[in-house]
C-alpha cells in the first residue's frame, strides 16, 4: 500500500468511479433542474468509497488496490 504504484492505481479507480457516477447522476435530469449541491456530494461519497475500497483491499492481503488476486501491480521502471 505504500508504494506510487499503488497509489496510481488507486486514483485511477477513483477518477473513473466519480467520472462513472457523475455521468448518469447528471444524464437523469435536465441541466437546469440539477441540484448540484447534492450531485456533488453522491460523487464525492461514491469516490471516498472507491478510495476506502482500496485501502481495505491492500490491508486484507493484496499488493493492489482490488479485493482479488487476479491484478498483480508491477513496479515501475526507473525514469517512468
Do not use: C, Y
Amino acid at each position: 500500500m505504500w508504494t506510487v504504484v499503488f497509489w496510481k492505481a488507486t486514483a485511477e479507480r477513483v477518477v473513473s468511479t466519480v467520472v462513472q457516477t457523475l455521468i448518469p447522476t447528471v444524464a437523469a435530469t435536465r441541466l437546469d433542474l440539477i441540484d448540484w449541491g447534492t450531485t456533488l456530494w453522491i460523487v464525492a461519497g461514491a469516490g471516498v468509497l472507491s478510495l476506502l475500497k482500496a485501502i481495505v483491499a491492500a490491508n486484507v492481503g493484496n499488493s493492489g488496490p482490488s479485493l482479488t488476486s487476479a491484478e498483480k501491480l508491477v513496479a515501475d521502471a526507473p525514469g517512468d
